[in-house]
């Protein structure tokens, strides 16, 4: 069972012969579990050791920095727990929290398998047709404050050779109008090797191993972001460069090669990550979890295509602009703060939260 940001999804694979067995004891881990005080108690632990791996990551930092101070105060500002709420917790929270968050109420069970259809069907209703539907719908998560600033946040980590870069902007939420427009666009920026960050400043410059750029979709929000890691010694190049092509691709747009390669990409991909039931539930997830309408991928293919340079032009104009959003590095402050208060002032933290 897996969390987000807006949903909460439990997968179970079975082999065919499995598939009855397999769904009544998914039904009864959901609607009867009964925590028990070791076992939370493992698991909590389990928790704070890796929450104190992943804040020796810098990636991690970076990351944590980021959606903070972009989703200013909101749910989606929350990369993951605190040490201090993980301590504080106890069985009974995660018991009233299950009862409120993981009813079936509000849930939505999905099959897809080789097996006949109509076996499927029977199996689903066997396992969970009986079951209590109670629970109060969770209310839907309001759209956060807009950010209309730029604003500097630097991590550091003395000694570091190297330093991570992220930017990113508020965007769209996956079900706006403009969301496949903003997605070629965004591929021939930085959604792959062939792209335009990646070619730069990799191969050209060799400033980096990669750099990218993502679209990520949120139910009330969305953003985009950009990242680079380089050595600590080419962060002003590594910086001036990843700022500068998104701020000329904004105002330019993608060349006319460049909008043919990125949607050729997009659709030869299509189809390759969609060649497993789960890839295929997953998409069905997205769909009802974003309120999509029910042809969304079956017509995906042919909505890619159709994009216009202009109007990919149009999305990166409107959706990429670098002059609004939040830059967040972690590195050796000594040798990379000067580099970055030539954008502004530059507030800076500690791995566990800001200066005093």
Not at 30 to 42: C, I, R
Not at 182 to 197: D, E, F, I, P, T
Not at 276 to 297: K, M, Y
Request: charged share 25%.
């Amino acid at each position: 069972m897996s969390g987000g940001a807006d949903s909460a999804v439990a997968r179970l694979y079975v082999l065919e012969e499995d598939l009855e067995a397999g769904l009544g004891l998914l039904a009864e881990v959901l609607t009867e579990a009964s925590f028990p005080e070791d076992e939370f108690e493992k698991n909590r632990r389990r928790q704070i050791d890796t929450l104190a791996e992943q804040r020796s990551e810098p990636d991690f930092l970076a990351r944590e920095r980021l959606l903070d101070r972009l989703y200013r105060g909101h749910p989606y500002g929350r990369l993951t727990a605190t040490e201090k709420g993980l301590r504080a917790l106890t069985r009974d929270d995660v018991v009233a929290g299950a009862a409120s968050r993981f009813s079936l109420g509000s849930a939505t069970v999905l099959v897809a398998g080789a097996s006949d259809p109509d076996r499927l069907v029977r199996a689903v209703e066997r396992a969970f047709g009986g079951l209590p539907r109670d629970g109060t719908p969770l209310p839907a998560v309001l759209p956060p404050a807009p950010i209309r600033d730029f604003s500097v946040h630097l991590v550091n980590r003395p000694g570091s050779v190297q330093t991570n870069l992220l930017f990113a902007r508020p965007a769209l939420t996956r079900r706006h109008p403009r969301y496949v427009r903003s997605l070629v666009a965004n591929q021939s920026l930085g959604g792959g090797a062939s792209s335009r960050l990646f070619h730069v400043l990799r191969e050209e410059r060799s400033l980096t191993y990669g750099a990218y750029s993502t679209l990520s979709p949120r139910v009330s929000a969305g953003h985009f972001g950009a990242a680079i890691d380089c050595r600590t010694e080419v962060t002003k190049d590594a910086l001036e460069g990843l700022l500068g092509l998104i701020r000329d691709y904004a105002a330019e747009g993608p060349t006319a090669e460049e909008h043919a390669r990125s949607v050729k990409n997009l659709l030869g991909t299509f189809v390759l990550a969609r060649e497993t039931p789960g890839a295929i539930l997953q998409d069905e997830v997205t769909r009802l979890l974003h309120g999509l309408p029910d042809d969304e991928f079956a017509t995906w293919r042919e909505r890619v295509a159709a994009v216009t340079p202009d109007e990919a032009r149009e999305a990166a104009r409107d959706l990429f602009d670098p002059s609004v959003g939040v830059l967040a590095a972690v590195g050796d402050a000594t040798a990379i703060r000067p580099v970055l208060e030539r954008l502004g002032e530059v507030t800076l933290w500690d791995a566990d939260g800001p200066r005093p």
